[in-house]
Each structure stands twice: as C-alpha cells, then as structure tokens.
C-alpha cells in the first residue's frame, strides 16, 4: 500500500460543503472523495504515478 502524506488544503466553502455533500451520496469520507476525484482527474489526463513494484 503506498504511503500517504498529509497537507492542508485551503476550499471555498460552498466547494467543501458540495464535495461533502457528494461524498456522503458516495458512502465515502470527504478525504477519501477528494482521492477519488484527483485519482479520476490524473487518470483522464493520462497523468497517473507509476505504480512501484514490491518484492
């Protein structure tokens, strides 16, 4: 499982309330819909990381 780093992250308020509201509608945590999305944005952008492999 790859490693996870935190940061803070600055959102306009009513982007933050639609991204928990989204969440919510998604059984997710708001963290976790925030992954979602980027997960969604990088792989459509075909900008998605390397997966490393473990041995």
Request: charged share 40%; aromatic share 8%; proline share 2%.
């Amino acid at each position: 499982m790859s490693k996870k780093k935190a940061f803070a992250l600055r959102l306009n308020e009513d982007m933050l309330k639609a991204i928990e509201k989204w969440a919510s509608d998604d059984f997710r945590s708001t963290n976790g819909q925030i992954e979602y999305m980027l997960s969604k944005a990088l792989k459509e952008a075909k900008r998605q990381p390397k997966k490393k492999e473990e041995n």
